[in-house]
T-cell receptor, first 113, second 116 residues
Framework: DTAVSQTPKYLVTQMGNDKSIKCEQN?????MYWYKQDSKKFLKIMFS???????INETVPNRFSPKSPDKAHLNLHINSLELGDSAVYFC????????????FGQGTRLTVV | AQKVTQAQTEISVVEKEDVTLDCVYE???????LFWYKQPPSGELVFLIR??????QNEISGRYSWNFQKSTSSFNFTITASQVVDSAVYFC?????????????FGAGTRLFVKA
């Protein structure tokens, strides 16, 4: 069984569209994250949730809205997609808030055309 | 402010050579965590190690070893007798307390090529 699973793996969409990426973890972890990895491989945290509560919200455009219906799920909704949103988005989870020993999903490659 | 510097953008070695990946960090906190992650060509991110700021013991795991030195704010990673399967991008990361929780920042990564 996959520990952290994201869907879809690939997403190609036009500018201006709204899209969602889903993430689920079956590890029983309390903390989940969204990271963005740009074309230069630079990884940056976007959001962190602990037991469904938003605890870290980096400087991310408000077109990005995370939603955690329960502690095993953290979805990412993006409105009015722009070309610059093209990246790989990683979901991750960890047992504690220190962000350590995080287990990552396989990533969602988003391409905005 | 937090900062993680991986000065080596790319390293190329021949199989069986030893290679050290450098990581230098900046933090004002006394409590923090340091990590290394591996990202092979397939794209997933794999946790390798976590170290807390109070534990400066070096660690060895098979061909991998880590040298944590607070005096120089470094957390270097050495692969002994490298293999082609070690080819990947390696990220060093730092986690320190922020509002609501620890925030983890990643270095820019070092791409390691191991040639047969």
């Amino acid at each position: 069984d996959t520990a952290v699973s994201q869907t879809p793996k690939y997403l190609v969409t036009q500018m201006g569209n709204d899209k969602s990426i889903k993430c689920e973890q079956n590890l029983g972890h309390d903390t989940m994250y969204w990271y963005k990895q740009d074309s230069k491989k630079f990884l940056k945290i976007m959001f962190s949730y602990n037991n469904k509560e938003l605890i870290i919200n980096e400087t991310v455009p408000n077109r990005f809205s995370p939603k955690s219906p329960d502690k095993a799920h953290l979805n990412l909704h993006i409105n009015s997609l722009e070309l610059g949103d093209s990246a790989v988005y990683f979901c991750a989870s960890s047992q504690d808030r220190a962000g350590g020993k995080a287990f990552f999903g396989q990533g969602t490659r988003l391409t905005v055309v | 402010a937090q900062k993680v510097t991986q000065a080596q953008t790319e390293i190329s070695v021949v199989e069986k050579e030893d290679v050290t990946l450098d990581c230098v960090y900046e933090t004002r906190d006394t409590t923090y965590y340091l990590f290394w992650y591996k990202q092979p060509p397939s794209g997933e991110l794999v946790f390798l190690i976590r170290r807390n700021s109070f534990d400066e013991q070096n660690e060895i795991s098979g061909r991998y070893s880590w040298n944590f030195q607070k005096s120089t704010s470094s957390f270097n990673f050495t692969i002994t007798a490298s293999q082609v399967v070690d080819s990947a991008v390696y990220f060093c990361a730092l986690s320190e307390a922020g509002t609501g929780g620890f925030k983890t920042i990643f270095g820019a990564g070092t791409r390691l090529f191991v040639k047969a």
